[in-house]
């Protein structure tokens, strides 16, 4: 399954690596992502995160953020 091709709205996060060390370990809900944003809902705490600083794993898979740089809908057309 090709992860960067698909909506990352719904689904469950967790960030393994981070140029801001303070969000490693984070997970939770994407409920929003834009051109360079991901929003995650964590434990009643909504947080932006910049895609081009993190790691994130979804499943098991780990994805570098910089290669889901771009908007979500044409992300999904590539």
Excluded: F, H, Y
């Excluded at 490693?24 to 932006?48: A, C, F, P, R, Y």
């Excluded at 995160?49 to 979500?72: D, H, M, Q």
């Amino acid at each position: 399954m090709n992860l960067i091709r698909k909506e990352l709205i719904g689904l469950t996060i967790k960030i393994t690596d981070s140029k801001n060390k303070a969000n490693i370990g984070l997970q939770g809900k994407v409920i929003d992502e834009t051109k360079n944003l991901l929003v995650i809902k964590s434990k009643d705490k909504m947080k932006k995160i910049i895609k081009k600083n993190v790691t994130i794993e979804v499943n098991g898979i780990e994805i570098c953020g910089s290669k889901l740089v771009g908007r979500p809908e044409e992300r999904l057309k590539w």
